[in-house]
């Protein structure tokens, strides 16, 4: 069973940085692209950022040039470096990962979601 669990959410104050991980845990075979989502209180889960495999990157235009996103492909693990946070990212993050499972199967899976809370 594959699980992909995050930390480091939080309360910070506009203009603070915070740093999200999601590690992937589980028997799998191997993990394909990964990515951020998240989503506000009314709103729809929008993408926050995407890595292949290969360390290319891709962000939503809302935070290009304030968030980055890394991966460590040892620990199957990815980051959201959060810089220069505003009321508005104020969202539960969700982490995803294409995975492919011991079947050789890829399968779509979801993180359960960390707050993070941005005060003005």
């Known amino acids: 069973q594959v699980q992909l669990v995050e930390s480091g959410g939080g309360l910070v104050q506009a203009g603070g940085s915070l740093r999200l991980s999601c590690a992937a845990s589980g028997n799998f075979f191997s993990i394909d692209a990964m990515a951020w989502y998240r989503q506000a209180p009314g709103k729809q889960r929008e993408l926050v950022a995407t890595i292949t495999t290969g360390g290319s990157t891709n962000y939503a235009d809302s935070v290009k040039g304030r968030f980055t996103i890394s991966r460590d492909n040892a620990r199957n693990t990815v980051y959201l470096q959060m810089n220069s946070l505003k009321p508005e990212d104020t969202a539960v993050y969700f982490c995803?990962?294409?995975?492919?499972?011991?079947?050789?199967?890829?399968?779509?899976?979801w993180g359960q979601g960390t707050q993070v809370t941005v005060s003005s």
């Open positions: 995803n990962a294409r995975i492919m499972t011991i079947s050789k199967i890829f399968h779509n899976y």
